[in-house]
């Protein structure tokens, strides 16, 4: 009765996550022409992205990646935003060997971005090509979409995860052999912090990328200290975005009886920045998606990846908490 009783309770929970995060978008067509921009599109962004993901259909000529595993493949979409909506439309998408996912990227830092649960291939896309936008990393970015599907396969996505680390960690190697590990920063969100850091777990090499940058870290803090000097280890510097206001991290906590590393609280840990913007709000309501919508985090972003114009003035900036290397993101007086 016990076990019946939590098994309900974990998917009450997983149900009341998918109603917080879930955009209004639908599922692009498989097997359908390709969308045309239109006069109500304002802005248009073209995203590069290698994935794992099984391709299911095509439209004209080129093709949609479902849920399911499949070879490493590389290609770009094309995103059309409206001047009123931030979640955007897939206009198009673009196949093209792996090996080509780097050729054309401009002489800087390289993001590579790792997204969350609950994120078929289309919301990949729209939520990546936002972020790439509002942090102006254009020709900069390159998302690694990994099988994950519905806001109710929690369990299933984390699985879909754990068995995606051998290909980013090809992603990882090509990436290093192609433009250098000093320019690659890893940036990860949600679940997509445990991939990241299996992945560099997994790696035998002794050079260390840039930066790794969890947001909003959906993984336990003990296990998080667990691998910290691994971490530093492989990457110059780690840098965590935390906030209080993050719902659907106290619910992944309540689910997996575990504290969440992206739930703020004060932590000591040698080389690693903590970064609390419980300060600035929430601008959704599931107060997850901070880093692609909030004006706050997006400016600190932009400051920490150097994206910021030499003349932008700040609205926000961080102030020392009491232990080392915690900060709080608050705005200026």
Not at 249 to 270: C, F
Request: charged share 25%; net charge negative.
């Amino acid at each position: 009765m016990a076990g019946t009783r939590t098994l309900s309770l974990s998917l009450l929970v997983i149900a009341v996550a998918a109603a917080l995060t879930a955009s209004c978008a639908v599922r692009i067509p498989v097997g359908s022409d390709f969308r045309e921009a239109t006069d109500a599109h304002e802005t248009f962004v073209e995203l590069r992205f290698v994935t794992n993901r099984r391709l299911i259909g095509s439209g004209t000529g080129d093709g949609y990646f479902g849920d399911d595993h499949g070879e490493l493949s590389a290609g770009s979409c094309r995103v059309g935003f409206r001047a009123d909506d931030s979640r955007g439309e897939v206009l198009r998408v673009d196949t093209r060997p792996v090996e080509t996912a780097f050729s054309g990227t401009v002489p800087e830092s390289l993001v590579i971005y790792v997204h969350g649960y609950g994120e078929y291939f289309a919301k990949n896309c729209r939520r990546a090509a936002l972020l790439q936008h509002r942090l102006r990393l254009d020709g900069r970015m390159l998302l690694f979409s990994w099988p994950s599907s519905s806001y109710l396969s929690y369990r299933s996505d984390a699985k879909d995860l754990e068995q995606s680390t051998d290909e980013l960690n090809e992603l990882l190697t090509l990436a290093a052999e192609t433009v250098g590990h000093q320019r690659i920063v890893l940036m990860a969100h949600s679940m997509g912090s445990r991939g990241v850091i299996d992945a560099l777990k997994n790696r035998s090499d002794a050079a260390q990328f840039r930066a790794v940058i969890f947001v909003a870290p959906d993984i336990r803090r003990d296990v998080f200290r667990e691998n910290v000097t691994m971490l530093q280890q492989k990457v110059s510097d780690i840098v965590v975005y935390m906030s209080d206001h993050d719902r659907v991290l106290w619910l992944s906590t309540t689910v997996n009886v575990s504290g969440r590393l992206g739930v703020a609280k004060e932590s000591d840990i040698e080389h690693t920045t903590f970064i609390d913007v419980t300060p600035t709000g929430t601008n959704d309501i599931s107060g997850h998606l901070y880093h692609m919508l909030n004006p706050a985090v997006i400016e600190d972003l932009r400051d920490l990846l150097g994206t910021a114009s030499a003349d932008e003035k700040r609205a926000f900036h961080r102030v020392p908490g009491e232990t080392r290397g915690f900060w709080q993101l608050q705005p200026l007086p």
